[in-house]
T-cell receptor, first 115, second 110 residues
């Protein structure tokens, strides 16, 4: 079975631009979460979506937004990019999604560099 | 919000020795305690997890213990091997929203 897949793997953008990152969860997983990992730190929670609805949001500015599609895939959008947005963006899925105790399975991430 | 403290931040052990990493958390409502291993340049991988109604769990060379009264949990790795070298994270909270600490860089010396 395929794991969580993310695209693109690497991305270079300029300050002020906008970026869209994509994630496909493990088949059967209905919950998708997004995390930001800055070099040398642990992942920081951005969003959680379940059944196409936002179920949780971390301490990130409104420049960050996300959505989940009927097939449970998800997109993370970041507007007006800042240098500090440079990080590894991780997507994680879980099943059955509504359970508090479902393990998170991470994708390989998208490495975003803002210049 | 949840505050997770993990220590030590770096740990070096000789191959074959044991390694222990400890984490403390602040939110008494936290009920799920996974441990993730992240090798350089790779994604975090779940290696073991424990629920709040369980005090200890083992999986081969890895064990996790939970003390809810003291709000801390520990990862124990026995008979360490070079491939155990990685950063280990102890996020807490629920699977809906995990709060990660700063991680422990474990180095197993051959």
């Amino acid at each position: 079975d395929a794991g969580v897949t993310q695209s693109p793997t690497h991305l270079i953008k300029t300050r002020g631009q906008q970026v869209t990152l994509r994630c496909s969860p493990i088949s059967g997983h209905k919950s998708v979460s997004w995390y930001q990992q800055v070099l040398g730190q642990g992942p920081q929670f951005i969003f959680q979506y379940y059944e196409k609805e936002e179920r949780g949001r971390g301490n990130f500015p409104d420049r960050f937004s996300a959505r989940q599609f009927p097939n449970y895939s998800s997109e993370l959008n970041v507007n007006a990019l800042l240098l500090g947005d440079s990080a590894l963006y991780l997507c994680a899925s879980s099943s059955p999604g509504s359970s508090y105790n479902s393990p998170l399975h991470f994708g390989n991430g998208t490495r975003l560099t803002v210049t | 919000g949840e505050n997770v403290e993990q220590h030590p931040s770096t740990l070096s052990v000789q191959e074959g020795d044991s390694a222990v990493i400890k984490c403390t958390y602040s939110d008494s409502a936290s009920n799920y305690f996974p441990w993730y291993k992240q090798e350089l340049g790779k994604r975090p991988q779940l290696i073991i997890d424990i629920r709040s109604n369980v005090g200890e769990k083992k999986d081969q060379r890895i064990a996790v213990t939970l003390n809810k009264t003291a709000k801390h949990f520990s990862l124990h790795i026995t008979e360490t091997q070079p491939e155990d070298s990685a950063v280990y994270f102890c996020p807490s909270g629920s699977a809906r929203q995990l709060t990660f600490g700063s991680g422990t860089q474990l180095t197993v010396l051959p």
